[in-house]
Nanobody, 124 residues
């Protein structure tokens, strides 16, 4: 089992950047593919980005390609999401998730463990 804790959210102006982090417990972090999802008020939780266990393969939501970068440091048991050129529509709670598989995935049901989320608010 793995426990996840996100951090790094906050209030930022449009065009700004943040670096979200997700710290994972346990010694098997490197065996999990990881993902980031987000949920805006009144909306369904949506996929944002995912990364394979080795970091060699990534997937992104089309609207964040070129602005967001997912990465991981298996030695530190940490997942990252660098978010640049933020827009008001990026406002949401961002969640990290772990999947008992080496391959990244884009659907919520494919993930086994979830963090509590970190709030990102982008002002215009």
């Amino acid at each position: 089992q793995v426990q996840l804790a996100e951090s790094g959210g906050g209030l930022v102006q449009a065009g700004g950047s943040l670096r979200l982090s997700c710290a994972a417990s346990g010694r098997t972090f490197g065996r999990y593919a990881m993902g980031w999802f987000r949920q805006a008020p009144g909306k369904e939780r949506e996929f944002v980005a995912a990364i394979s266990w080795s970091g060699g393969r990534t997937e992104y939501l089309d609207s964040v390609k070129g602005r967001f970068t997912i990465s991981r440091d298996n030695a530190k048991n940490t997942l990252y999401l660098q978010v640049n050129s933020l827009q008001p529509e990026d406002t949401a709670v961002y969640y990290c998730a772990a999947r008992r598989s080496m391959a990244p995935a884009t659907e919520r049901y494919e993930y086994d463990y979830w963090g509590q989320g970190t709030q990102v608010i982008v002002s215009s």
